[in-house]
């Protein structure tokens, strides 16, 4: 079951931050997030594994709760650069990994 | 840094002909995927390859598909009778020790069916 992205889309000025949800009617072993840029192939971010942990990449970071089967990524003080779809892929080990229909995020300047 | 590549960047074909789109995966890894995306909408999986076989597929990887790594190499889709609706941007992937780690994306074949 394909899980589900909100918002859909997100417009920012530079410096604003941001979160992205995603959330499953399964229960999860591992929600990846990943970023596409338009015209371009999609770019790992970072996976959170069972257990609730979080994990950071520079200003981007996300969480797990895996019994709420949610996951949010957070964008603080974001730049141009955070521009484009975010995806998140959910995967409960029985399964493919299904992606979400993404959120588009656009940086004003 | 080592990284995915795929040719061509873009193929256009007529309705019924067979395709060949061509993937070279990172050179240690040992999972690989073929991806979907038509314009604008969502990456989906087709199907994902480990140890010289299909490991799992989506219901979009009917008959028609089909993956082959001919030579511990390349990585490749077929198409044998392209549809209209095979038009699309395909992704192919791979990652390194487990299934599902953290997948390195080629930049993706366009594919216009006519």
């Known amino acids: 079951q394909q899980p589900v992205q909100s918002p859909q889309a997100v417009i920012l000025r530079e410096g604003e931050d941001a979160v992205i949800n995603c959330s499953s009617s399964k229960a999860l072993y591992s929600v990846h997030w990943y970023r596409q840029k338009h015209g371009e192939a999609p770019v790992f971010l970072m996976i959170l594994l069972k257990g609730g942990e979080q994990k950071g990449h520079e200003k981007i970071s996300a969480s797990f709760n895996e019994k709420k089967q949610q996951s949010s990524l957070y964008l603080t003080a974001s730049q141009l650069s955070y521009s484009g779809t975010y995806f998140c892929?959910?995967?409960?080990?029985?399964?493919?990994?299904?992606f979400g229909k993404g959120t588009r995020l656009h940086i004003l300047p | 840094e080592p990284e995915v590549t795929q040719t061509p960047s873009h193929q256009v074909t007529q309705m019924g002909q067979e395709v060949i789109l061509r993937c070279v995966p990172i050179?240690?890894?040992?999972?690989f995927y073929w991806y979907r995306q038509i314009l604008g909408q969502k990456v989906e999986f087709l199907v994902s390859f480990y140890n010289n076989e299909i490991s799992e597929k989506s219901e979009i990887f009917d008959d028609q598909f089909s993956v082959e790594r001919p030579d511990g190499s390349n990585f490749t889709l077929k198409i044998r009778s392209t549809k209209l609706e095979d038009s699309a941007m395909y992704f192919c992937?791979?990652?390194?020790?487990?299934?599902?780690?953290?997948?390195?994306f080629g930049p993706g074949t366009r594919l216009t069916v006519l």
């Open positions: 992937a791979s990652s390194g020790t487990e299934d599902y780690n953290e997948q390195f």
């Open positions: 050179s240690n890894h040992l999972y």
């Open positions: 892929g959910t995967w409960n080990r029985d399964d493919k990994i299904i």
